[in-house]
């Protein structure tokens, strides 16, 4: 594969012009509230965080098979795990998990204008997220952080660090071949499809959930942000970068719609034009097709935007 044409290969080499800070913690696994009983305590899963009407909810799956795996079959009947779309699926909101979670990532998603969790997972008894951030936030991080090491000292540092770009953001180690990227073009109207100057205009990335609008950040050469994200609640770290929400109405109702299904979603990042974006959204493997379905049903709701597959493709086609 020509990795200088494709959209998600050139995306993930632009996302650390705008998030160049990597954090990576872990805690103890998420605990059901009447027991002792740790989600995958001894093996590794992919999880994803998702928001409806105000609720966080914790999304976990394992592939069909994971049943004849005897630590795996004792989690998946413990957790009440539904059979759907080929893949095990476990969903919890979170205020029904023993301990804290929903809260303090709120909060911490919401506090730093610039951070993207782009990766969670349990891995041997511990849930581990990544999140990405601009330096201009680093102060700020830093001084809540060392005041929530005092609180919580169950909370551990795996890395705090420059984030130079080596690597593909989203991937989870150990998962290296599971990793999806579906990219679209949508417009407004009846324009035709035609960036101009991908590489060179407007480069965004997106929150996972929808909270007064989709949190964004993203780097834009003139200095404008384009009509076409909708942008509210505006601020500019540093010049040409901006941190905002986008009320978008097709990208609104494509996060919702995902939630809604369950759908592990890892991130979304992609390119604006004079009329027109692309977006690539990065996903299990697995999920492509109930993701591909989703997309038809918002599809047909959103006809304004004429969302229009342009590439699928694996992580494996960048190792």
Not at 29 to 38: A, C, L, N, Q, R
Not at 248 to 268: E, H, M, P
Not at 295 to 301: G, H, Q, T
């Amino acid at each position: 594969m020509d990795k200088k044409n494709c959209h998600a290969f050139r995306g993930l080499k632009k996302i650390p012009e705008v998030l160049d800070f990597e954090i990576l913690i872990s805690r103890p696994g998420v605990g059901e509230p009447d027991s002792s009983f740790i989600w995958a305590s001894t093996f590794l899963a992919p999880e994803s965080i998702a928001s409806i009407d105000g609720q966080m909810f914790i999304n976990l799956f394992l592939p069909e098979g994971s049943e004849n795996d005897p630590e795996k079959k004792i989690f998946l009947n413990r957790v009440g795990a539904k059979f759907q779309d080929g893949l095990w699926q476990v969903r919890r909101r979170m205020d029904q998990l023993k301990g804290k979670y929903g809260a303090p990532l709120q909060a911490t998603l919401s506090t730093f204008r610039t951070a993207i969790n782009d990766q969670i997972y349990a891995k041997n008894g511990r849930n581990y997220g990544r999140l990405l951030i601009n330096h201009s936030d680093l102060e700020l991080y830093s001084r809540i952080f060392l005041r929530v090491q005092k609180e919580r000292p169950d909370l551990r540092v795996e890395h705090y660090r420059k984030y130079d770009g080596n690597g593909i953001p989203y991937l989870i180690p150990g998962l290296e071949d599971d990793l999806a990227f579906v990219t679209m073009e949508f417009g407004s109207g009846n324009a035709p499809i035609q960036l101009q100057d991908e590489e060179h205009g407007f480069f965004y990335i997106l929150a996972n959930f929808v909270e007064g609008g989709v949190k964004a950040v993203a780097c834009s050469e003139d200095g404008k942000i384009p009509e076409l994200m909708v942008a509210e609640d505006i601020s500019s770290p540093e010049e040409n970068l901006f941190a905002f929400r986008s009320n978008n109405k097709f990208i609104l109702s494509l996060i919702r719609s995902l939630a809604n299904q369950y759908v592990v979603v890892f991130g979304f990042f992609g390119t604006v034009g004079q009329e027109n974006a692309t977006l690539t959204v990065a996903m299990p493997r697995e999920q492509i097709q109930v993701f591909l379905r989703t997309l038809a049903s918002v599809a047909e709701e959103m006809e304004d935007f004429s969302p229009i597959i342009t590439e699928v493709v694996s992580s494996k086609d960048f190792l």
